[in-house]
């Protein structure tokens, strides 16, 4: 779509299979078997200048600094201030519906699959209701147990993903209520669930994706919310608790951004490692896997993100002298063992870096070099602690003369098997 955003703004959606005959008077669409389609013309409320860089090197480091409005434009008019109710008007999940619902699966592909380990964790902690997370490739072939009880939400940018809409029709083939979460209106994933929400993200053009990702986050903490609030798992008291630290993400994410240096220094001095690993705990963990790819994706360094209380039983054999680290540590409950985990690649002689909340001023005393994103609660701590994780990605990439918004052997949206 962005390449024709400069002609029109007014397009055709096609289907699977249907072919268009295009003449200079006329658009004629219709099946493999000659019979004509009618077709309806969708208008992109995406304007030309969202798609191009706008005085910024790369769309990927121009898309990083519209987070802070690609979240709030996900949020407006779903979650206010002044009301305690969530308007999701392209969601029809009633309460009646839900206490039918005894398992969510969420499945996606690479990025949007990281957004769903955090929707895990989110939905469990919230709503209460077991969630499964999977790899859309990995999903549809192993017979999954799903029935109508079975709600299932799948994630993709582009809504085209091939093998996140093959686990789509698959759950749909086996009765479960399907939720799109896509940033592309009219899409296939759009048009075949039975419920939507969008993620307002605009046009994501860098193959890496930034923005979808964090706005994919609050579409899962507005689900999560949704769906306790349906089930009654949490008081209006400790819903307007996480729902006023929300409206306050895009302001916090606009003052982090602003700390970027930091990131360039790091990049600066450990672009020539071979390897850099990643280490978190529970939501931390979720995010950690987030920010290897991002690295591997667009800087071509060999980047793993690890469970820190896995150290032990094999990872710590890969930390030697030197050995670049990032550990993220958001999370207050397990804040002092994701201390010690640090402490034992230090000894091993790693070199840290530390993301942690502001005012953690002790978290110097243990690693290299500590990162501080402004306070928020640990449950939404990934929208912010993601964002010096793609920056650290992008100086690195930058540093190393890759190509940050076209990396090698990779499409943006991935249309096949």
Request: charged letters at 30%.
């Amino acid at each position: 779509i962005p390449a024709i955003l400069a002609h029109t703004r007014d397009v055709y959606l096609l289907n699977d299979k249907e072919i268009v005959v295009l003449t200079r008077d006329k658009v004629e669409v219709m099946t493999k078997e000659g019979l004509p389609v009618q077709k309806e013309i969708f208008h992109v409320t995406w304007d030309a200048e969202s798609a191009e860089k706008g005085g910024y090197e790369h769309f990927m480091i121009k898309e990083i600094h519209e987070q802070p409005k690609a979240i709030r434009d996900t949020m407006t008019s779903r979650i206010m201030a002044d009301s305690d109710e969530i308007k999701l008007d392209d969601i029809k999940l009633t309460a009646e519906d839900l206490k039918n619902i005894n398992k969510i699966f969420i499945v996606a592909c690479g990025t949007a699959y990281h957004a769903g380990i955090v929707g895990k964790y989110v939905i469990e902690k919230l709503a209460r209701i077991p969630v499964e997370v999977e790899i859309a490739s990995e999903f549809r072939y192993r017979n999954p147990i799903i029935d109508k009880n079975t709600l299932t939400i799948v994630i993709s940018q582009s809504g085209e993903t091939a093998d996140t809409l093959a686990a789509l029709r698959e759950a749909k083939n086996l009765g479960a209520r399907v939720i799109a979460v896509t940033n592309v209106v009219g899409s296939s994933a759009a048009r075949e669930a039975d419920d939507i929400l969008y993620t307002w993200a605009g046009p994501e053009i860098a193959v890496a994706s930034t923005k979808a990702y964090v706005t994919q986050l609050i579409a899962l903490y507005i689900i999560a919310l949704y769906l306790a609030r349906l089930n009654g798992k949490i008081t209006v008291e400790e819903y307007r608790a996480i729902r006023d630290e929300m409206l306050k993400l895009p302001e916090k994410a606009e003052k982090l951004l602003e700390r970027k240096e930091e990131l360039q220094k790091f990049a600066d001095k450990n672009h020539g490692y071979p390897d850099i690993y990643y280490l978190g705990r529970g939501l931390d963990f979720a995010v950690a896997l987030e920010g290897a790819l991002k690295l591997k994706e667009i800087s071509y360094i060999h980047s793993e993100a690890y469970a820190a209380g896995e150290l032990k039983h094999g990872t710590i054999a890969l930390i030697d002298k030197g050995v670049p680290v990032i550990a993220l540590a958001t999370q207050e409950d397990l804040f002092e063992k994701m201390v010690s985990n640090i402490k034992e690649v230090v000894t091993r002689g790693a070199k840290v870096i530390g993301l942690t909340f502001e005012g953690k001023e002790e978290f110097e005393k243990v690693v290299d070099q500590v990162v501080y994103i402004p306070k928020t609660l640990p449950i939404l701590a990934p929208v912010l602690s993601v964002i010096p994780l793609q920056l650290l990605a992008y100086y690195t990439a930058v540093e190393k003369g890759c190509d940050v918004d076209k990396p090698r052997n990779l499409a943006k949206s991935v249309t096949v098997e």
